[in-house]
């Protein structure tokens, strides 16, 4: 299967900074990313979707000036959890597939936010 | 409403084989993924049904019959390793993943 990649895996944050994720998509072009969240023992929550050049569709009751999202390129999507607050600490995971809009997505590692 | 709906927990004998049935109310229907997910980990895909039949890959298999809004994904001589949760999840006509809440598998020796 395809490879995608996040960076950082773990992130420790003060309340009130700014944390950015990025996703990348190592050995195919992700024509469309997307960010989701999970809380433990709970199910994938789709934050928002995102193409390439284009601004993000976000989910009802997703902040979009809270949870920026930057498509850049067919590689590369990143999310920044501005102002981050301890209710924002979760599991991060972002997923990308290709052309196709049947397409399977694949799953970056995902990233555990912790905010103190 | 859109929905999916899988058991929230299954257990299992190593070497056994054991079935997660996953049934779905969606708005159209454009294909059905099955997902592995273990615990602190991001989901690795399984497989992809669109048309009904049973698709075999090694020791998973998943079946999808549509005019029933019903899959289910077989796993076959279970290992530790398989313990996990399994995540159903159906493109709807708009192309959107809905999710279901996975069904967490208990293997014991």
């Known amino acids: 299967g395809a490879v995608v990649s996040q960076h950082p895996s773990w992130v420790i944050c003060k309340s009130g900074t700014s944390v950015k994720i990025e996703c990348r998509s190592l050995?195919?072009?992700?024509?469309?990313m997307f960010w989701y969240r999970q809380f433990p023992k709970q199910s994938l929550m789709l934050m928002a979707t995102s193409n390439e050049g284009s601004k993000a569709t976000y989910e009802q009751g997703v902040e979009k000036d809270k949870f920026l999202i930057n498509h850049a390129s067919l590689t590369l999507s990143t999310l920044t959890v501005t102002s981050a607050h301890p209710e924002d600490s979760s599991f991060y995971i972002c997923s990308g597939s290709g052309l196709s809009k049947q397409e399977t997505q694949y799953f970056g590692p995902g990233t555990r936010l912790l905010v103190l | 409403g859109q929905n999916i709906d899988q058991p929230t927990e299954m257990t299992a004998t190593e070497g056994a084989i054991v079935q997660i049935n996953c049934t779905y109310q969606t708005s159209g229907f454009n294909g059905l993924f099955w997902y592995q997910q273990h615990a602190g980990e991001a989901p690795t895909f399984l497989s992809y049904n669109v048309l009904d039949g049973l698709e075999e890959k090694g020791r998973f298999s998943s079946f999808l019959s549509r005019s029933k809004g019903y899959s289910y994904l077989l796993l076959k001589e279970l290992q530790m390793k398989d313990s996990a949760s399994y995540l159903c999840?159906?493109?709807?006509?708009?192309?959107?993943?809905?999710w279901g809440a996975g069904t967490k598998l208990i293997i014991k020796p």
């Open positions: 050995d195919f072009q992700a024509t469309t």
């Open positions: 999840a159906v493109m709807n006509s708009n192309y959107q993943l809905i």
